[in-house]
């Protein structure tokens, strides 16, 4: 692996111990012919095993720093000095082959890297990342429990979600203030074609948007405070952390109707 000093813009934190990344690509499973990206190969750590597991693939990192050294030590391995925000994952197709993403991502754009992967799912069979294991949590939440929200509702809406195993930060260089966590994401799931998908991110969202609240409240303080849902069957009274995924299509869907209808 690369010597380099972790950068905090970045939220670099470099995982050393030998074990956990053996434990980590088991997870992951990678079979020879798979089309991979990994976001952040950072000093290489993950790279390397899967270099040996892998024909090829590619990795994108921002750092520019240890771009260059990477190619060299990895030179069948597809470098992309960039953003994966910023990234247009159409050009990764091989073949017809699902892209499989994985990645010890930066902690502070989680979220944006997950809305992302949801955005862009049809080109993505599944994602493995280190996030922090309160996020995690979240991800994998029940209904009816404090941490079932905006995450929960949409990523087990669009993918099956796997909370893998949790990770002591005693295994990374600096050493974080906070345990991680693996995540899988399975993005196999048919979604409802009577809802849009923008649509239903926006009223999960407006939904939790006040999670103390009652829907009516929650909604009545969104962008949706127009639409007249009142008089519909659908039971208003409750809170959003009560509400299950299926009960989140039909709200949306009536939000939509009456969108259609009102505007």
Same mark, same amino acid.
């Given at each position: 692996?690369?010597?380099?000093?972790?950068?905090?813009?970045?939220?670099?934190?470099?995982?050393?111990?030998?074990?956990?990344?053996?434990?980590?690509?088991?997870?992951?499973?990678?079979?020879?012919?798979?089309?991979?990206?990994?976001?952040?190969?950072?000093?290489?750590?993950?790279?390397?095993?899967?270099?040996?597991?892998?024909?090829?693939?590619?990795?994108?990192?921002?750092?520019?720093?240890?771009?260059?050294?990477?190619?060299?030590?990895?030179?069948?391995?597809?470098?992309?000095?960039?953003?994966?925000?910023?990234?247009?994952?159409?050009?990764?197709?091989?073949?017809?082959?699902?892209?499989?993403?994985?990645? /010890?991502?930066?902690?502070?754009?989680?979220?944006?890297?997950?809305?992302?992967?949801?955005?862009?799912?049809?080109?993505?069979?599944?994602?493995?990342?280190?996030?922090?294991?309160?996020?995690?949590?979240?991800? @994998?939440?029940?209904?009816?429990?404090?941490?079932?929200?905006?995450?929960?509702?949409?990523? /087990?809406?669009? $993918?099956?979600?796997?909370?893998?195993?949790?990770?002591?930060?005693?295994?990374?260089?600096?050493?974080?203030?906070?345990?991680? $966590?693996?995540?899988?994401?399975?993005? /196999?799931?048919?979604?409802?074609?009577?809802?849009?998908?923008?649509?239903?991110?926006?009223?999960?969202?407006? $939904?939790?948007?006040?999670?103390?609240? %009652?829907?009516? /409240?929650?909604?009545?303080?969104?962008?949706?405070?127009?639409?007249?849902?009142?008089?519909?069957?659908?039971?208003?009274?409750?809170? $959003?952390?009560?509400?299950?995924?299926?009960?989140?299509?039909?709200? %949306?869907?009536?939000?939509?109707?009456?969108?259609? @209808?009102?505007?």
């Amino acid at each position: 692996m690369l010597k380099v000093q972790p950068l905090k813009r970045f939220g670099q934190n470099y995982i050393r111990d030998k074990n956990t990344i053996l434990k980590i690509i088991d997870e992951f499973k990678p079979q020879q012919d798979d089309n991979v990206l990994e976001i952040g190969p950072g000093t290489g750590a993950l790279t390397s095993v899967l270099s040996d597991r892998l024909e090829k693939f590619s990795a994108v990192e921002i750092d520019k720093r240890v771009v260059d050294a990477l190619r060299e030590i990895f030179p069948k391995v597809e470098f992309i000095c960039g953003d994966f925000l910023k990234l247009n994952l159409d050009s990764f197709d091989s073949s017809g082959k699902k892209l499989r993403i994985i990645g /010890n991502i930066p902690y502070n754009i989680t979220s944006p890297i997950l809305f992302k992967l949801i955005e862009e799912r049809s080109l993505v069979k599944d994602a493995m990342f280190m996030i922090q294991f309160e996020v995690a949590k979240r991800i @994998t939440a029940q209904q009816r429990t404090k941490d079932y929200g905006i995450l929960s509702v949409l990523l /087990n809406y669009f $993918a099956e979600t796997k909370l893998s195993f949790k990770i002591s930060p005693n295994v990374f260089f600096p050493v974080p203030k906070v345990y991680s $966590a693996i995540i899988h994401l399975f993005f /196999n799931k048919e979604t409802d074609d009577g809802v849009e998908d923008k649509i239903f991110i926006k009223v999960v969202k407006a $939904a939790f948007g006040n999670r103390r609240k %009652t829907l009516k /409240n929650s909604l009545g303080n969104s962008i949706y405070k127009e639409i007249k849902i009142e008089n519909s069957e659908f039971d208003l009274t409750r809170r $959003a952390e009560e509400l299950s995924i299926p009960e989140f299509v039909e709200l %949306t869907k009536i939000i939509q109707s009456r969108m259609n @209808t009102e505007f």
